[in-house]
C-alpha cells in the first residue's frame, strides 16, 4: 500500500509541475509570449524539398521572419502570426494556393487557420479592407472574438482583426503592434486592448528576438527583462509623423552614424550616415540608401547585387570577429558579422548574402540589426528605449506609467564576440574575447512566414526561464514527498517484523 502511495504521490505532482511550467500564472501588468524564428527546427518542421523554392526571390522566402501564437475564439483555435512592429493590424488566414514551392505552401498550411464559425464567441461586423505591404497583400474582413495569449492566462475579450479572404504572396497572418486607435486606424488594435482591458498598465512592450544561433526570443507587453541586455536602456524620442520621412505614424528614430569595425580594429565611420531609420521587426533585411548599401557591401567583399537585387558575399564571413555599429544618442549597438549574413540552402549547396538592401524609397532596421538590440517600444511615452542585447538570465519586471526607463539597468556583461587567430597552417580558428561594446556618448530588411507545432522557448547560453524553474521547484517537491512516502514505507515494514 505504500508503495502506491509513492505512485499516486509520483503521478500526482508531475500532473500540478507539467500544468505549472505551461500556464505563467500573472501577478504583474505584463505578460509575455515566446518569438520563435521559422527555421527553429525544435518548433517548426522540415516542410520538405527546399530545391522546390530556390526560384523564388530570397525576400519572398517564407523561412524569414519570426512568429507569436494566439489562441482565437471558444474553444481557442491556435494560429501564429508574424509579429511586426512596421504595420498596425491583426489579421489571419493567408490564402496559400497562390504560393510557389511546395515547401512554402506547406508552411502558410502549418501556421494554423481560423474559423469564426466553430467559435461561439466569434462576431461579424461591417466593414473590409485591403491592407498592402512592402510585399504582398491582404484583403480581410472584419471580426470580433476573443484571443488568449498562449501560454499564460491572459484572455482579451471582442478583439477586432481581418479574416482574410484574399491575399497575395503572404505565408502567415500578420500581428501588427504599431500605433491603432485614432492614429493610424478607428478601432482598438492588439496593443490597445491589451492596455484597455488591464493586462498591461501602458502601450509599452519590450523585444528581443534573440540571436541567429538562438532563433527564438520573446516579446512582453506591458514589462520588460533585464536579463537580456547590457548597459543601460537609453530614451530615444520617436520621431512626430509631421516630421517622418514617409509622414506615417511609425518606430522612427534619429540615427547618428553607420561604422564599421573589422576585425583588424580599424574602424571606418560611413559618411553621410545620420539620418531617420524605422524598427520594423516585420523586415527580414536592413534597408538602407543605396550608396551607403554599396559602399558597406563592397566592404564585404561584394561588387554588386544579384539579379534579385541582394549582396551575395562569402559564407566564410560569418567566422569572423568583426561588426557593423549603428550609433544612435547615448548608445550604440553593435552588430557582429554573423547577424548580418544570411544562408540560403539550394540545391546547389548553401549560398549567402548581406542581409542590407539598397532602397532609396525607404530606410529601416530590420531582423538583421534587431537580432542584436533590445528595445522598448513605448507609445505612452513616446519613445523607444535601447541596449545592447545580451541573453544571461531571465529577470522581468513590469513597466509602470511614471518609470524612469533610463535608471533601468542589463543584468549582463557585455557581449563575447569571435577573434580570429592565425594558426601556421594558415586556417582561422576561433577564439572569444569579450568586447566593450554597449553605451556610448553617441560619438565615434520584407515580410513572410510559417510553422507546426506549439513549444516554450528552450533556454539559450546562459538563460534560465521562470518556466524552467518552477519545473526544477515541481521536480525538488516530487523528490521530497517520494522520500518522504518511501521513509514511511520502510518504518511501517520494519515495525511490522519487529513486532
Known amino acids: 500500500m505504500a508503495m502506491r502511495l509513492v505512485t499516486i504521490l509520483h503521478l500526482i505532482i508531475g500532473a500540478s509541475c507539467h500544468a505549472s511550467s505551461t500556464i505563467e500564472r500573472r501577478n504583474d501588468h505584463y505578460v509575455k509570449l515566446p518569438v520563435v524564428h521559422s527555421t527553429n527546427k525544435k518548433v517548426f518542421s522540415d516542410f520538405g524539398d527546399r530545391r522546390a523554392i530556390t526560384t523564388v526571390p530570397l525576400a519572398n522566402r517564407s523561412d524569414v521572419a519570426y512568429y507569436a501564437q494566439l489562441d482565437?475564439?471558444?474553444?481557442a483555435q491556435q494560429v501564429y502570426v508574424q509579429l511586426d512592429t512596421g504595420s498596425f493590424e491583426l489579421w489571419v488566414?493567408?490564402?496559400?494556393?497562390?504560393?510557389?514551392?511546395?515547401?512554402?505552401?506547406?508552411f502558410c498550411q502549418a501556421v494554423g487557420h481560423y474559423e469564426p464559425s466553430s467559435s461561439s464567441s466569434a462576431a461579424q461586423i461591417a466593414g473590409s479592407k485591403t491592407l498592402r505591404?512592402?510585399?504582398?497583400?491582404?484583403?480581410?474582413?472584419?471580426?470580433?472574438?476573443?484571443?488568449?495569449?498562449?501560454?499564460?492566462?491572459?484572455?482579451?475579450?471582442?478583439?477586432?482583426?481581418?479574416?482574410?479572404?484574399?491575399?497575395?504572396?503572404?505565408?502567415?497572418?500578420?500581428?501588427?503592434?504599431?500605433?491603432?486607435?485614432?492614429?493610424?486606424?478607428?478601432?482598438?488594435?492588439?496593443?490597445?486592448?491589451?492596455a484597455e482591458q488591464g493586462v498591461t498598465q501602458t502601450k509599452a512592450f519590450s523585444l528581443a528576438l534573440g540571436s541567429k544561433d538562438e532563433q527564438e526570443g520573446v516579446v512582453i507587453f506591458g514589462g520588460l527583462d533585464t536579463g537580456k541586455f547590457t548597459?543601460?536602456?537609453?530614451?530615444?524620442?520617436?520621431?512626430?509623423?509631421?516630421?517622418?520621412?514617409?509622414?506615417?505614424?511609425r518606430y522612427w528614430v534619429n540615427m547618428t552614424s553607420l561604422t564599421l569595425t573589422p576585425p583588424s580594429g580599424q574602424r571606418k565611420q560611413y559618411e553621410n550616415t545620420t539620418m531617420a531609420v524605422f524598427l520594423d521587426s516585420g523586415a527580414t533585411l536592413t534597408l538602407l540608401p543605396t550608396n551607403l548599401a554599396n559602399s558597406i557591401a563592397a566592404d564585404f567583399g561584394a561588387e554588386a547585387t544579384d539579379t534579385n537585387g541582394f549582396y551575395p558575399v562569402a559564407c566564410s564571413l560569418n567566422d569572423l570577429p568583426g561588426t557593423l555599429d549603428f550609433a544612435f544618442d547615448g548608445v550604440t549597438i553593435k552588430v557582429p558579422y554573423n547577424e548580418l549574413v544570411r544562408e540560403l540552402q539550394t540545391s546547389f549547396g548553401v549560398q549567402c548574402f548581406l542581409g542590407?538592401?539598397?532602397?532609396?524609397?525607404?530606410?529601416?532596421?530590420?531582423?538583421?540589426?534587431?537580432?542584436?538590440?533590445?528595445?522598448?517600444?513605448?507609445?505612452?511615452?513616446?519613445?523607444?528605449?535601447?541596449?545592447?542585447?545580451?541573453?544571461?538570465?531571465?529577470?522581468?519586471?513590469?513597466?509602470t506609467a511614471g518609470m524612469n526607463m533610463t535608471t533601468i539597468k542589463g543584468d549582463c556583461d557585455p557581449p563575447v564576440a569571435k577573434i580570429v587567430s592565425t594558426t601556421s597552417s594558415s586556417i582561422p580558428t576561433a577564439t572569444t574575447i569579450k568586447t566593450t561594446a554597449t553605451a556610448t556618448d553617441g560619438a565615434a530588411v520584407a515580410k513572410p512566414s510559417s510553422p507546426a507545432s506549439a513549444a516554450s522557448p528552450s533556454s539559450g547560453a546562459g538563460s534560465g526561464t521562470s518556466e524552467v524553474a518552477a519545473s526544477s521547484s515541481c521536480r525538488e517537491r516530487v523528490g521530497w514527498w517520494i522520500g518522504l512516502a518511501t521513509a514511511a514505507f520502510w518504518i511501517a515494514t520494519a515495525a511490522r517484523y519487529t513486532v
Open 133 to 194: 505591404y512592402g510585399i504582398g497583400s491582404a484583403q480581410v474582413q472584419y471580426v470580433t472574438d476573443d484571443i488568449g495569449l498562449s501560454g499564460t492566462d491572459a484572455k482579451l475579450n471582442g478583439v477586432q482583426f481581418g479574416v482574410a479572404v484574399d491575399t497575395v504572396d503572404e505565408f502567415a497572418g500578420i500581428l501588427g503592434i504599431g500605433h491603432g486607435v485614432n492614429v493610424t486606424i478607428r478601432y482598438k488594435n492588439f496593443i490597445d486592448e491589451l
Open 356 to 399: 542590407i538592401s539598397p532602397s532609396d524609397d525607404f530606410i529601416l532596421l530590420g531582423d538583421t540589426m534587431l537580432r542584436s538590440a533590445y528595445a522598448v517600444f513605448d507609445q505612452t511615452n513616446n519613445a523607444i528605449h535601447l541596449a545592447q542585447y545580451v541573453n544571461c538570465d531571465t529577470n522581468e519586471m513590469e513597466i
Open 231 to 249: 548597459g543601460n536602456l537609453k530614451t530615444l524620442p520617436i520621431i512626430p509623423p509631421e516630421e517622418a520621412p514617409d509622414q506615417v505614424p
Open 93 to 106: 488566414n493567408p490564402d496559400c494556393s497562390d504560393l510557389q514551392g511546395s515547401a512554402d505552401v506547406k
Open 72 to 75: 482565437i475564439g471558444t474553444p
